[in-house]
């Protein structure tokens, strides 16, 4: 097919991909996935969005399966890759020209090309800057735009670039261009200056602006990342120099063309993306920027703190100006060693010197002041009431639009953005801001904060909201610098006399201040908080819980109690008598709140409320247990409430112990959604999902037929090798202590394929975890278990003769090969026969091998337990006549000896032996599988067989067997030192 048709054929395709009707649109989709991998198709997608005549939706496709196709199938080494012929093609189209006239199709156009050159620049593509650079040159208007735009792109990619290599080539490529484009700013800054100038040229002033902005982003790429050392970027400290005088001429114009949308939104672009050449040049370049501190700091402040900025500001330029000064307070190159004159970069002392000559205690002080008074206030797009009978209509002269989020949407108000917002959100800077600048001169402004502390104190008239706003401001302020405050305010004393008094005022007005002051003594409950006043506390916060109260107030008291309850200093017995109306009113709110972030908070609250008071939460989840199915099915999807759903039921269930049966019905169809790797919300759930699982089989009394057939979900999970593998080892483990002969009957075969499978994957960690929930099936089933693991035990006998060097592995598998010796020692015998053909031995050499090995690895087994069934195993050898055996009599023998030392007391007696009538353990949250546990522990002969008595015994039979002689003959081998200490633990 020639070139034409194929075009043709592919834009009949494409043209049907733009159709909604999906019977035509599927298979449109399928032909073009089939042709990304043909030659030429990037070549005629290429022809057909460079063609302006074609439809725009198609064009547009055209150039996404274009760069979708760059991202698989550009670089040399992708399966079915482009060819190089093709590429050297598709290269040259792409800068042939710049004159695309839809933007949203030049944008993507700019983003591909800047996807090859990542990979192609400037080796395979050595023309595309240079064709760039001739461009931006060009006269002609939407030319040099889109150029802009394009190396905007580029330069921003090549930037990213961070090996040393490509780090170079981009310096190089700054140091060529870097001037031409400062300078070619410059122009258009002072082209779109003058034509501001002019009257009713404000049609006429967007091109410009639009230049102005593409220039600005690639020299602040360029100057960022393109240069080593201020030496070497003097056009980048012009660069920096000017940035102030543009900022402060754009502003005043800002606020001219407050009318005009699109302008305002573009000047306000370009004043944002000026203070972000400051913030980067900070950041990557500290020293360089030293002689920008004071400037930086002069103009930060000036316009955030002082009247200058008056009808100037706007929120992301304060959040900017804010940013920087707090990223100059905490940069570690301006922070000098505790002794000065030890700090050896002389640049570190200088500018430390600049910021600690600005911050004087007059202007910390007028800054925290404004701060405090000024940013904290909650603003117009905090709150403004809405309806008629909204507290605030009878006071006009406040009815500012000053809390409307509150009143609007209460849910949405009050979740925490949290992260990163501080960057970009107002509110969370101003704070984020506070925090460091009281941190860094703590000294200095506590005296401030403490005396507007003394200004709000007492009563406060509800109706004047001036004093409610400015004692809700200094009492966030007090929550925020609670950690620098420690010393010096007496929480305790001022929470009995103020605080309290301040919460039982029912207002409506003083809202504002009841969740302010429940909020702060969640800020200073791990701060400073006496535990004598807790209950006093939980006094407090439960009437804020109830259902008469805002929304608001309930949420934050919620979160303080979480905060109390989740404590170091929490003491249950405490908050026993306020569990059942604590549980209450939180059940009552989740029920009520309809956001699912907030549902998420208040179950987190419920959770930590039970996991603190354990088994006593029993009496009080029968309403929450009937309610959590519900909210499961609501919450579909919400895969993060479902994981908050899976964590509360966690702590349900070990609080309820082995009445998680009763929960059976909802808890095991939730089990199985979350684990189910077929499902797509696994990747949210699984996590949880196997915790919850583990936790239900350990609470179980016993199997069912449903939690057994939850099983068929975990072959997945083990083959998928994730962080949950530990755990899915240990549900095994519950597994087979739970339901015994269920389990192996079931699913013995599948776990050994499966096992066996990963012996020879996992790294040691995950070996030996494999080795635990085998040792533990041969605890339970001695005699058939090891039969049913074959290979398993191939790999575990072949592993110890090739001298196996991991300590940790080799003291597991000489675990497993004692287990069988000790407890099934005709099985053991018989495996070994069937092993030596395979290893080409006779089983008399393969045992040799063997216990030779383990007698000499005996001391990578480090547990006493598992010592002392390796010398039980060893010692039932003792009978034997074997050559083999005979001949390492007197070895075995000192092996028995040497963990007599490290299981028997002075008086001889075994510390490791266990009876049903040793004392319980007193733990209200022991679970039913620890019982479980201790029962099998009981009967294992390490817990139940005395190894001076088993010893003794073995040697009593040895000398019947091989008479007195014989049995003289065999102790004459035995050094006699260790003669002596084996007549003392035998005598």
């Not at 592919?10 to 999906?22: F, G, N, P, R, Y």
């Not at 085998?774 to 278990?785: G, I, K, L, Q, S």
């Amino acid at each position: 097919m020639d070139f034409a048709t194929a075009s043709t054929v592919v834009l009949e395709t494409l043209t049907k991909a733009t159709s909604q009707d999906q019977t035509i649109l599927k298979p449109a989709e399928q032909q073009l996935k089939q042709w990304e991998t043909q030659p030429g198709f990037y070549s005629i997608l290429v022809s057909i969005f460079s063609n302006h005549a074609i439809s725009l939706n198609v064009r547009w496709l055209a150039v996404l399966y274009f760069k979708n196709g760059v991202d698989r199938y550009w670089r040399r080494t992708a399966p079915n890759a482009i060819p190089e012929e093709e590429k050297n093609q598709l290269r040259k189209h792409l800068i042939a020209n710049f004159n695309e006239p839809v933007n949203q199709v030049a944008t993507q156009l700019s983003v591909l090309i800047a996807k090859i050159a990542r990979v192609d620049c400037p080796r395979a593509w050595p023309e595309l800057i240079p064709t760039l650079m001739e461009a931006v040159k060009s006269p002609e208007v939407l030319l040099q735009q889109r150029a802009l735009l394009t190396l905007h792109h580029v330069t921003k990619t090549l930037a990213s670039k961070r090996l040393a290599g490509d780090r170079k080539i981009f310096q190089e490529l700054a140091g060529s261009i870097f001037s031409f484009l400062y300078n070619l700013w410059n122009s258009h800054m002072e082209t779109f200056l003058q034509l501001v100038t002019t009257p009713g040229n404000t049609d006429q002033l967007l091109p410009p602006l639009e230049r102005c902005l593409l220039t600005l982003k690639v020299c602040r790429k360029l100057a960022v990342h393109g240069f080593t050392s201020a030496e070497a970027m003097p056009d980048a400290m012009a660069l920096l120099n000017a940035t102030y005088p543009r900022i402060k001429s754009l502003l005043p114009l800002r606020k001219d063309f407050s009318a005009h949308g699109q302008l305002k939104e573009k000047l306000e672009k370009l004043i944002i993306l000026l203070t972000k050449v400051l913030l980067d040049m900070l950041e990557y370049h500290s020293l360089a920027f030293l002689p920008f501190i004071r400037p930086s700091l002069e103009f930060s402040v000036t316009y955030v703190f002082t009247e200058a900025g008056e009808g100037l500001l706007f929120e992301r330029f304060i959040v900017q100006c804010l940013n920087l000064v707090k990223a100059i307070i905490r940069c570690d190159a301006y922070r000098p060693a505790k002794e000065i004159s030890e700090t050896k970069e002389p640049a570190t002392i200088e500018a430390y010197k600049i910021k600690m000559s600005f911050f004087t205690c007059a202007t910390l002080t007028e800054i925290c002041t404004r701060l405090i008074l000024q940013y904290f206030p909650l603003t117009e797009e905090d709150y403004h009431p809405i309806g008629p009978d909204s507290f605030w209509s009878s006071n006009p002269v406040y009815q500012r639009p000053d809390l409307q989020a509150w009143d609007a949407d209460a849910e949405d108000y009050i979740t925490d953005e949290g992260g990163e917002s501080w960057k970009f959100t107002l509110r969370p800077c101003v704070e984020v801001f506070f925090m460091t600048l009281f941190h860094e001169f703590c000294e200095t402004l506590t005296p401030c904060l403490l005396q507007m502390v003394q200004t709000v104190q007492g009563p406060v008239n509800p109706e004047d909201v001036r004093a409610l706003l400015q004692k809700d401001a200094v009492y966030n302020a007090l929550g925020l610098a609670s950690y620098e405050l420690y010393d010096v305010v007496d929480f305790d004393q001022w929470f009995q006399n103020q605080l309290l008094g301040e919460l039982q005022c029912k207002h409506p007005r003083y809202k504002i201040i009841r969740r302010r002051v429940i909020w702060l003594i969640g800020q200073w409950i791990g701060v400073k908080f006496s535990v004598d006043l807790r209950p006093l506390m939980y006094e407090a916060i439960l009437p804020l819980l109830g259902a008469e109260e805002d929304l608001v107030v309930r949420i934050t008291a919620a979160n303080t109690l979480r905060i109390a309850v989740d404590d170091f200093e929490f003491k249950s017995e405490q908050f026993m008598p306020y569990l059942e109306r604590s549980f209450s009113l939180l059940f009552h709110l989740l029920q009520q709140v309809s956001e699912c972030d907030t549902k998420m908070q208040v179950l987190h609250v419920l959770s930590f409320v039970i996991e603190r008071v354990g088994s006593q939460i029993r009496p009080y989840v029968s309403s929450l247990v009937q309610y959590l199915p519900m909210l499961w099915e609501e919450s579909a999807e919400h895969n993060m409430l479902r994981c908050a759903i899976i964590t509360t039921l966690i702590h349900l269930v070990q609080g309820v112990g082995p009445l998680c049966m009763n929960l059976f019905p909802f808890l095991l169809p939730v089990i199985q959604f979350s684990t189910d790797v077929t499902q797509p919300p696994h990747v949210y759930l699984m996590e949880d999902g196997v915790d919850l699982w583990h936790v239900t089989l350990q609470c179980a009394t016993s199997v069912t037929p449903e939690l057994l057939q939850l099983f068929n979900n975990m072959p997945a999970l083990l083959e998928l090798g994730s962080e949950t593998l530990r755990v899915c080892f240990s549900i095994v483990d519950s597994y087979v202590l739970l339901g015994p002969a269920e389990f192996l009957q079931t699913y013995s075969g599948m776990l050994h394929a499966i096992l066996s499978d990963m012996m020879t994957d996992l790294r040691p960690e995950g070996i030996t975890h494999i080795c635990r929930v085998v040792e533990n099936m041969f605890r339970v089933f001695p005699v058939d278990a090891p039969q049913l693991f074959p290979d398993l035990l191939s790999h575990v006998f072949k592993a110890i003769l090739d001298g196996e060097e991991l300590p940790q592995v080799m003291s597991m598998y000489l675990v497993l090969v004692a287990r069988v010796m000790l407890q099934n020692n005709a099985y053991f015998f018989t495996f070994l026969s069937s092993l030596a053909p395979k290893l080409g031995q006779q089983p008399g050499e393969v045992l040799g091998t063997l216990l030779d090995i383990w007698m000499e690895r005996l001391d990578c087994i480090s547990q006493p337990e598992r010592r002392k069934l390796s010398a039980l195993a060893l010692a039932s050898l003792l009978v034997s006549t074997e050559k083999v055996i005979v001949e390492r009599f007197n070895a075995i023998v000192n092996c028995c000896v040497e963990v007599l030392h490290d299981v028997c007391r002075e008086d001889y007696t075994d510390i490791l032996l266990m009876t049903e009538n040793d004392p319980q353990p007193e733990d209200e949250m022991e679970m039913e599988e620890d019982r479980r546990r201790r029962q099998l522990s009981i009967k294992d002969p390490v817990h139940s067989v005395s190894l001076r008595d088993f010893v003794r015994a073995k040697l009593q039979e040895c000398q019947q067997t091989h008479g007195q002689d014989g049995f003289q003959n065999l102790m004459d081998t035995i050094d006699c030192e260790i003669q002596e200490q084996l007549q003392r633990f035998i005598k």
